[in-house]
């Protein structure tokens, strides 16, 4: 019970922060929709629907590195990373809460930015969004971790990319086609699969990457 | 020694078959299956050393996906030298094995530019190691994807001549597995002799100076 | 509480500590003096747990939610208020009657009037003296702590000295700092760092 209590505590926290920095949030927001209209441009006449999807999926992944790149900063200022890791809680709760947080401001972005392609580009049904939203699991899971990795050494917004997109990889996949495909489930099972296999890793070993 | 038999074993298979596509293949698959295994040996070492905490195991980890991702560029370069032999091309995205070395490749090399962003300590090796088991999970579930991805990423245009092997052609493939096997096995012994060599000579300029 | 042998740091090349043994028990001030440079706060990172020796033996006795560290950061958020940051850390270290606690402390060290103020806003000598807050809020068994001195006002720094005399007999301290004398009479062990 405290585990989650504290994972609770240092999601609020999170949220906190940011609401009162307010500097990651609209960045996400405004970095999405200006990739929406760059698409625009960027596609031929011809390109049909499909093409926006893909698309669609590059501007997620790159607004998500975006918010990740940012979500262990409060945490480097003043050293606050050493207050967690010396606390008594576990520190998988550490990085559970930031997933949470980090996934709030995916889901917010995406509230807007999916509306917005819908209505520049193309429809998106059940399946496209549910498969947003598995994919969203995935690249919070993996990425908080990936970017307390890269935060410890130098060059770390640049790093955090080469780390980030080999990973995202399947999750691209999975999302385009449970937007393209008849046939969804199987795309939407995969990033199931996904999201609990790299979740499980990511929850069991961020100990061993905050502490020496 | 070891190289001169390894060399030795290589040309051998050379002999028993006809075209030089059939003749990559002896070289290509092998290197593959090679370089899984170096990048499943260099999760190995990393998992011993998040257990056992002993820092020796950095360095064989380190090794063994250095050997992994040469062996996985020398994958991507053969598979290249086969797809333009068979099918007139560079570069064909229907072939899964060549897309997962591929994505296999992009995220080794972000291993290393990992491990050259961090100072050297318990820090880089942890997160290294576990970088390493992150990177072993990726290879079945990438696998995966691409398989997924077929059917809507690029129509299979050409076929993939599956090897229809016959006794002869199996053996002279085995014996070229066995060969590239070594060569890995050698290869990785003496560069982390070298490292190991490395590491104790400063410590010693250490000590002394 | 703590026991060391033959401790050794090195960070790639550089070699911060060599050779480093104490023994820490219960009741024990140890105070650590140096020039800058010379490893003291490494040395109180290594007893923290906060980075492991290269070599060597350390044995601490004290588990996380008995052990005060404060470091040359005040490992507090700039974005949240005195008194979150205390509810978080109270929370975190399961901090029994939290509210109550917090606010004595805060009165003590005469933050309570800014308690909802974001902590961005705070001279050093105001953040310094949260991080002491922060630092004793779970009332630990051991501490460490990094030149606490520093930033600190003459009434923080007398604060500083009455809790220091209050914990120096019932808990064991270790203390680095640049000004020796004023803990003179408290230190009943000394550890100078070259």
Redo the contacts between chains.
Sequence with gaps: M?YL??VV??TR?DL??EL??RDTLPAMLLFVLSSLVVFHFALPEEAGD?AAYGLLWVAIVFTALLGLTRAWV?EH????L????????DRSAIWLGKTFATLAFLLAAQAVALPAFVLLFAPLDAAAVAGVLLADLGICA?GS?LAA??A?????EL?LP??F???A??LV??G??SA??SEPE??LL?LA??DA??AV?SWA?FE??V?? | MGAAIVLGLLVAPEDADQGISQRIFYIHVPIALTSYFCFGLGAWKALLL?WRADQRYDLESYVAIHQGTIFGALTLITGSIWAKASWGVWWTWSSNQLVLFL??F??Y??YF??RF???D???RA??S???A??GI??IP??F???R??E???HPTVFTREGPQMTATMFVAFCVSWAAVTLLAYVLYRVELAGKRLDAGLRELREAIG | MIRARGLEKRYGRRRVLTGIDLDVENGSFLVVTGPNGSGKTTLLRLL?????PTRGRLEVDV???R?G?L??????????TAL?NLD??G????VRERRERIGMLLERFGLWDERNE?VGTYSRGM?QRLALC?TLLHDPELLVLDEPYSSLDEMGAAQLDRELGGLSHTRALVVSTHDPARLEPLATGRLALA
Aim: hydrophobic share 50%; with cysteine; glycine share 8%.
């Design positions: 405290t209590s504290d505590a240092l926290k906190r922060v009162r920095a499909e409060p200022e003043h050293g606050v050493d207050g967690l890791v010396l606390a008594p809680c993996v971790l990795m890269a410890a050494g130098r060059a770390r790093l080469l780390l997109l080999p990973l990889i399947p996949v999975g385009v086609g393209i495909s199987q795309y995969f699969l996904y296999v790299f890793l070993s061993y990457v502490t020496e | 998040l994505v296999l992009l995220f090399c972000a530019m990992l962003s961090l100072e300590g318990p820090r942890r997160s190691a576990v970088y088991l992150f999970v990726l579930v990438s995966l994807a691409i997924l991805a059917d809507f990423v | 923290a747990g906060l980075a492991a588990d996380r939610g052990l560290f470091g040359h950061e005040p490992l507090v958020y700039r974005e949240l979150e978080l850390y929370r975190l270290y399961r974001r953040t922060r």
